[in-house]
């Protein structure tokens, strides 16, 4: 059952994005069920220039998935952005897995109208489309009109070195976040600001981990509203500094709008960390079951004063986060299945 994992990013044990951890997991499981596989990068970063995104992104694999089509079974693609050779692959069998369904809100604009033309190409040539969540399922199927049978839904296995390690909670406010619109980051810096101002919280600070468009426009929000001294952007924290980071952090707070599965709130809840969000997100409620809901700028930050202040409230969320955050370590056994049944 030989497999090729078609990955956007190199697969590392340390990646910290979605599709990283996602993709490790992946080729975890296939070498605990033993199965044959390699991987093909497709390295499409603008950032990198154009000429290497060209070679790295296209010609490169262009070649290397034509030479690996003979003898192998099954193409996968890791995520919606890697299937852009599917209709080449005839006699081959394609999966491609979606964790969210995409929006011109959602890319930078010079990739959105290249993420629009890949997402039609998995959706349309693929075997099989995995949805990471019931709501990203039904998210498929509305925007791209496909049949339900298409589609299996295999939720994402959360990362094994995500748990508590029992060390002191600092006095930082964290986020876990691509500083993208959806991601509504600048929301949060806004509730950080209110709960300083209206609570006398002045000892807390706001770590804000991950980069992206944003960047820029959301540390001069920070310096407009005068907490450049309390708001702290880092990056490229591997996977045991941001398990560290998970359990310092007194809360995790997940101001996005938009999420195909939410991996942040339950690594969160793994650590012993409560999270915080925004009620009318699109975020799968299975997922968002232990958190702790607001209702906007204003709520977000009272909910985090009332964790803050009343121990025993802090400790039930924090035990039923945790509980429930371990129900989803299971293996990822439908995807073998699912391999297994492409395969025959």
Request: include cysteine; proline fraction near 3%.
């Amino acid at each position: 059952m030989k497999t090729v994992v078609l990955l956007r990013k190199p697969k590392a044990s340390s990646a910290t994005t979605g599709v990283g951890i996602y993709t490790d997991s992946v080729t975890r499981l296939m070498d605990e069920n033993s199965i044959d596989y390699s991987e093909i990068e497709l390295r499409m970063d603008l950032q990198e220039g154009f000429v290497p995104m060209l070679t790295d992104g296209f010609i490169r694999p262009f070649f290397q998935i034509m030479a690996a089509r003979k003898g192998t079974k099954i193409f996968h693609s890791a995520d919606d952005f890697s299937c852009f050779f599917f209709p080449l692959m005839r006699g081959n069998k394609k999966i491609v897995t979606f964790h969210h369904v995409t929006s011109s809100k959602d890319k930078d604009v010079r990739f959105h109208p290249a993420w629009r033309l890949t997402s039609w190409i998995g959706v349309r040539w693929a075997d099989k489309v995995i949805a990471i969540s019931e709501q990203t399922c039904n998210e498929i199927q509305s925007k791209y009109r496909v049949d339900k049978s298409k589609i299996v839904v295999i939720s994402n296995k959360l990362s094994e070195d995500m748990l508590t390690l029992g060390v002191e909670k600092k006095r930082f406010i964290g986020c876990i976040s691509t500083l993208m619109p959806r991601k509504n980051v600048g929301s949060l810096i806004k509730a950080f600001k209110e709960f300083r101002d209206t609570y006398g919280m002045d000892d807390y600070s706001l770590k804000i981990c991950g980069k992206g468009q944003e960047e820029e426009a959301l540390k001069k929000l920070v310096k407009d509203l005068g907490l450049e001294e309390k708001v702290e952007f880092i990056s490229n924290l591997d996977r045991n500094e941001l398990a560290l980071f998970y359990n310092e952090a007194s809360i995790i707070a997940n101001p996005s709008m938009h999420e195909g599965f939410g991996r942040i709130t339950l690594e969160a809840q793994l650590c012993s960390t409560p999270v915080v969000y925004f009620k009318n997100a699109a975020i799968p409620r299975e997922v968002m079951r232990c958190a702790v809901p607001s209702e906007d700028e204003k709520d977000f930050a009272s909910k985090m004063y009332e964790l803050l202040t009343d121990s025993e409230l802090y400790k039930k969320v924090v035990e039923e986060g945790l509980e429930y955050a371990r129900s989803f370590q299971g293996q990822q056994m439908e995807l073998i299945n699912l391999y297994r049944e492409l395969s025959l």
